[in-house]
């Protein structure tokens, strides 16, 4: 099965509820320096990114919007001097789902690529 971070965001069924917690614990070592946190009432996914100053900052916050476009699944995302925080979860499931865990990888990828280039 391909990783994570290769992977692309599908549409729900009608119906589908979030995934289960042993599926939940397997995908969450993929994904190791994320967090499942209650937001809002449901479980999400969240991360802080440290950055270097405002503008990278926005510049990271500006290519997860690009590619959460591309996957058609959104985050919140808050964005501060030298951080951003991110929170995948699925909406309409109130919950966790695969797409949630995929994004988070897509987002770790983006990040690994921006500190390697700024070094």
Sequence with gaps: ???????HCRT????????????????????????????????????????????????????IASLAEQQNHHPKIITEWGKVTIYWWSHEIKGLHLNDFIMAAKTDLAFKLLTETRN
Excluded: C
């Design 1 to 7: 099965m391909a990783a994570l971070h290769q992977r």
């Design 12 to 63: 729900y069924s009608k119906g589908e509820s979030s995934i289960d917690e042993n599926t939940r614990d397997e995908l969450i070592f993929e994904i190791p320096l994320w967090k499942i946190i209650a937001h809002q009432g449901v479980e999400a996914l969240i991360q802080e990114f440290r950055l270097l100053g405002f503008e990278e900052a926005f510049n990271f916050t500006s290519q």
